[in-house]
């Protein structure tokens, strides 16, 4: 059962990386006029799919924290991941809100909105691999099967 939640938290990484890259990099196509619909598109995607993400990443920290003592170390990280889902999350909004006002007609405010999506995606890359060096592992090794029974139980409960 381990390895069977943690890979599928785990398992969006991948497509969330390969997308984040994308973003970073964006600025050689950023003026095709073409671009900011699928600009639109990605951003949106992230937008409603990074909220669950990371929903189930704090269903699993959390229950790692009730059930386990956790040493200096493990709960910095734990917080710092935490407050980074926080900020993510606040420059997806930004990233939306900015993308609908260009869609609307503010044309002057695409190179706010390039700005914001490199760092955005700049973050959302170090982010994930920040996880899967340092969370993912911690987890893997130090979480009861009962502590993932009761994950995945919690996950399931998510409307996605």
């Known amino acids: ?3 069977s939640v943690l890979n599928y938290i785990l398992g969006f990484h991948t497509e969330y990386k390969e997308k984040a890259l994308l973003m970073i990099d964006f600025e050689k196509v950023f003026s095709n006029t073409g671009i900011i619909s699928k600009l639109q598109d990605i951003i ?3 937008h409603e799919h990074i909220p669950v993400h990371f929903k189930y990443e704090e269903i699993a920290m959390d229950v790692f924290r009730q059930g386990s003592v956790l040493a200096a170390n493990e709960e910095q990280l734990i917080t710092r991941i935490l407050n980074e889902h926080q900020l993510i999350r606040k420059q997806f909004t930004l990233l939306n809100d900015l993308s609908e006002n260009i869609k609307n007609g503010r044309q002057e405010m695409k190179g ?3 700005e914001l999506i ?3 995606f ?3 890359f170090d982010h994930a691999e920040l996880e ?3 969370l993912f592992p911690l987890l ?3 979480l009861t099967e009962e502590q993932l ?3 995945q139980k919690e996950m399931s409960q998510i409307a996605v």
């Open 1 to 3: 059962m381990k390895k």
């Open 44 to 46: 949106r995607f992230f």
């Open 112 to 114: 706010q909105l390039a």
């Open 118 to 120: 490199k760092d955005t």
């Open 122 to 124: 700049k973050m959302l």
């Open 132 to 134: 899967e060096v340092s």
């Open 140 to 142: 893997d090794a130090k």
């Open 149 to 151: 029974r009761i994950i």
